[in-house]
């Protein structure tokens, strides 16, 4: 009989070791952004962020007024405000993450990358992923933030599947919209 509660004990003592292995955070957790999810057409709010994913386009070709790129363009239109402060407030962060790779939004093109947000005034655009051919489908997350560093703050993140989304022969980036400041 005590071999058996000696077994049944350490079982015991194994399962409630495991339980806690993994309930415990791991040393990133105290540093990690915090995640607001949206879909597209849902405004979503962070701490010092306010944005609203319009539409998700993909195409061979991404173009503005005077430049024009071929290439495996996913084409993101938004709407995007400070909440609480403009000093020092930009869109810094657009990414997409596909395939276990992340993409910063692209420089090349005139976008809403970088530009500075205004409390109360969202400012209405695009930006634009140039991705490689292998990256032409499959589960995909965007990510938006006003800090390059995203620790300790929040993140507006929307879920996509880019097999969802038609491919068109060309996209035209919104140019940014001034009118509402």
Known sequence: MR???????????IAAA???ALITPSEAAPEEPFPVAVQIGEAGMGRDLAVTVVDVRRAE??????WSAAGNWVVVDLDAA???????NSLALVT???????????????SLLGHALSVGAP??????????DEAAGGPAVLTFGVSTDPRLDSLIVL?????DIALDGEAE???????TR
Do not use: C, Q
């Open 3 to 13: 071999a058996w509660l000696a077994w049944s004990t350490g079982a015991a003592l």
């Open 18 to 20: 495991w339980g806690i």
């Open 61 to 66: 070709a991404a173009r503005t007024d005077e």
């Open 82 to 88: 400070a909440v609480l402060s403009e000093y020092g």
């Open 96 to 110: 997409l993450e596909t395939g276990g790779r992340t993409f910063r939004a692209s420089e090349r093109p005139e």
């Open 123 to 132: 400012l209405s655009g695009s930006v634009a992923f140039e991705l490689p």
């Open 159 to 163: 879920e996509i599947d880019l097999d």
């Open 173 to 179: 980036l919104i140019p940014v919209d001034w009118s």
